[in-house]
């Protein structure tokens, strides 16, 4: 493996060894940590085929004004907005890193883009008693990028914000709101956005994707702990999360809807604007307060929450 990782290290792919990782580690090779009280389906669990920190996340991210960035309008971005503070994260420096440490104001926050399995989300690091800087660590579960801190060197679900191993095992992060969509909705709403540049301090070939066949086709790379059919394995779901309970709402089932909606999960009312042409959600509560959500690929989402909630917009 790490011969033909190192060909496309040459080549300039740094991360598509990773990708065509098909070995399985011996039991002990988790890249130094502890999973002695890992309680969860141990069929999800992979190396894979990075050391920690292999993929580098972002701790000093830097950005420029709007006015300044010659992205095209239909390049994709994960937008945060904290107080009245908007910032624009491009895909095309997010797949090269999965992970930013970021701060606006006195909130610092942690932002997830795991390709491999479309997990788009944002936590408060100041809910994490400390562990307020993570990492990429090179594990994966249900093929998904599987977090660090650094302060305690425990293991979190990218998705769920959960500690999964290590002396913060159980502990939750509080989300904040992460919306993936194109350059041109998001600029359309925050104008004075600010945005992450290529001025990263890595050498990445940015602007090339690692990952560009990978959307389209059925494969998984590496194992998850069940498998549905219902929908395309990587077809994108919206996720909502209430008090460790969760839903999803497919995007094929959200673009029934010529219209927003509202729909009823956990005892609260939610409306859900869906635009079809960005592929972006948006979610408030009955007040109109922005709900913080999570998008992930059908295979992960469903691997994690089996017999959780799935929204349809038409009887099955």
Do not use: C
Not at 107 to 126: I, K, N, W
Not at 153 to 166: F, K, Q
Not at 210 to 217: G, I
Not at 241 to 268: I, N, Q, S
């Amino acid at each position: 493996m790490a011969l033909r990782v190192g060909r496309r290290l040459a080549l300039g792919l740094l991360l598509a060894g990773s990708l065509a990782a098909r070995a399985q580690p011996a039991t002990d090779d988790w890249n130094g940590f502890d999973l002695s009280g890992l309680d969860l389906p141990a069929a999800g669990l992979a190396n894979g085929g990075q050391p920690r920190d292999g993929i580098p996340a972002l701790d000093d991210p830097k950005f420029r004004p709007a006015s300044d960035v010659g992205m095209g309008f239909e390049e994709r971005v994960v937008g945060v907005v904290i107080g009245g503070v908007a910032r624009a994260y491009p895909r095309s420096v997010l797949v090269w890193h999965e992970v930013v440490n970021d701060r606006i104001g006195e909130q610092p926050f942690v932002l997830v883009y795991s390709p491999l399995s479309g997990t788009v989300a944002g936590f408060d690091a100041r809910s994490a008693a400390g562990a307020d800087r993570f990492g990429v660590s090179g594990l994966v579960y249900n093929s998904g990028t599987l977090l660090f801190d650094r302060a305690s060197e425990s293991l979190w679900l990218p998705m769920e914000g959960l500690a999964i191993a290590g002396p913060r095992k159980g502990q939750r992060l509080t989300a904040i709101d992460a919306t993936e969509t194109s350059w041109a909705d998001w600029l359309t709403r925050y104008p004075k956005t600010e945005v992450l540049t290529a001025n990263t301090g890595h050498d990445r070939p940015y602007g090339r994707d690692p990952y560009a066949d990978y959307v389209s086709d059925s494969e998984l790379r590496f194992p998850v702990a069940a498998r549905n059919d219902r929908y395309h394995p990587k077809e994108p779901v919206l996720v909502l999360g209430h008090e460790g309970r969760y839903k999803a709402y497919p995007f094929v089932e959200l673009a029934a809807h010529d219209t927003a909606f509202t729909d009823e999960f956990a005892g609260t009312t939610y409306h859900i604007d869906f635009n079809y042409a960005d592929q972006r959600a948006l979610v408030s509560d009955a007040d109109g307060k922005p709900v913080p959500t999570a998008t992930e690929y059908w295979f992960a989402w469903h691997a994690g929450h089996p017999s959780d909630a799935v929204y349809r917009a038409r009887p099955p």
